[in-house]
T-cell receptor
Framework: DVKVTQSSRYLVKRTGEKVFLECVQD?????MFWYRQDPGLGLRLIYF???????EKGDIPEGYSVSREKKERFSLILESASTNQTSMYLC???????????FGAGTRLSVL | QKEVEQNSGPLSVPEGAIASLNCTYS??????FFWYRQYSGKSPELIMF????GDKEDGRFTAQLNKASQYVSLLIRDSQPSDSATYLC?????????FGAGTILRVKS
């Protein structure tokens, strides 16, 4: 079974803090994704990566950055957290040429 | 802007009935379509995918695709209380998966 692990289920941070959300997958997938999910808006793509050290902006990249130093790990970084970044963050992975994405359990981030 | 539209619901059906969930999309060039189920507080899990016009059946689930009308639907036969969840429709646009906001399904016992 594909396993996508997100380091934290719940996080509470203060405005202005730098926040790291970590995601690790164990299926040697090339593609990794970060989404945020908000009520009524569905999942929105923040960033994705098709290879190590490669990244592409999704639909809502403002206020976020990412890092992919190793194939299995994809990190989402909030440089200076703001209250409007309070959300559920979901990481996903998929193999090259595969359209099916497998999701981690999610991190619910609250920025106070 | 690529769009995927779903009725937010909630859609309420009695146990044993057929639940019908619908989704429309904006780009005729889309080739791949997915249905994910998401229980409250959990992450989405894939239940069906469909690439070709027509029906695709898997157990109690049937996905239907009509590219000419740009809609995809999910039928759940013999609905069970355990089917109560949010169902997310997702459409592949190029190299990105775009999700609808989801339909809440409630199966009443």
């Amino acid at each position: 079974d594909v396993k996508v692990t997100q380091s934290s289920r719940y996080l509470v941070k203060r405005t202005g803090e730098k926040v790291f959300l970590e995601c690790v997958q164990d299926m040697d997938h090339e593609n990794m994704f970060w989404y945020r999910q908000d009520p009524g808006l569905g999942l929105r793509l923040i960033y994705f990566s098709y290879d190590v050290k490669m990244k592409e902006k999704g639909d809502i990249p403002e206020g976020y950055s990412v890092s992919r130093e190793k194939k299995e790990r994809f990190s989402l970084i909030l440089e200076s957290a703001s209250t409007n970044q309070t959300s559920m963050y979901l990481c996903a992975s998929s193999p090259t040429g595969g359209n099916i994405q497998y999701f981690g359990a999610g991190t619910r981030l609250s920025v106070l | 802007q690529k769009e995927v539209e779903q009725n937010s619901g909630p859609l309420s059906v009695p146990e044993g009935a057929i639940a019908s969930l619908n989704c429309t999309y904006s780009d005729r060039g889309s080739q791949s379509f997915f249905w994910y189920r998401q229980y409250s507080g959990k992450s989405p899990e894939l239940i069906m995918f469909i690439y070709s016009n027509g029906d695709k059946e898997d157990g109690r689930f049937t996905a239907q695709l009509n590219k000419a009308s740009q809609y995809v639907s999910l039928l759940i036969r013999d609905s069970q209380p355990s089917d109560s969840a949010t169902y997310l429709c997702a459409v592949m646009y190029g190299n990105k998966l775009v999700f609808g906001a989801g339909t809440i399904l409630r199966v009443k016992s």
